[in-house]
């Protein structure tokens, strides 16, 4: 182990630039990600009316939704909740309104369908 490999790390969030999804109207800013485990933090910047497709959750999701509203056939979750899905969970989530939410993976999601079949989200 090198000096400092157990260091903090500090993440200047508003220096990471808005990365697009294969979804419109949903950007991603990646605060860590491990290649190796598949761990990854991110920020999740929804448009009004954006959804992203059916999806798997290969590991346990957690979101905590810092802004607006996110939803799927299951329930809401608005502004300062967290909604947490288990591993094998699939669903469409949508956001009518716009959401900015923070979410942590234990593994990548992988879509299902809209031609994205197998595609992680990473």
């Known amino acids: 182990m090198k000096p400092g490999d157990l260091a903090s790390r500090y ?11 294969p979804y419109p109207g949903i ?3 990646i ?3 491990d290649e190796r485990s598949g761990l990854m ?8 009316g954006s959804a992203l497709g059916l999806h798997e959750h290969v590991e346990i999701e957690q979101s ?3 802004e607006g509203s996110i939803e799927d056939e299951e329930g809401v979750c608005t502004a ?11 669903h469409v989530a949508r956001s009518p309104n716009g959401a900015l ?5 234990l593994r990548p999601n992988i879509f299902l369908g809209d031609g994205l079949q197998g595609q992680k989200l990473e």
Do not use: C, H, Q, S
């Open 11 to 21: 993440v200047d969030v508003a220096e990471i630039p808005w990365k697009p999804t």
């Open 41 to 48: 933090t991110a920020l999740f910047r929804w448009a009004p």
């Open 64 to 66: 905590y939704v810092l």
């Open 101 to 105: 939410l923070l979410a942590m993976f």
């Open 31 to 33: 605060l860590l990600k």
């Open 80 to 90: 300062g909740n967290f909604v947490w899905r288990p591993k094998g969970n699939r």
């Open 27 to 29: 950007d991603m800013k």
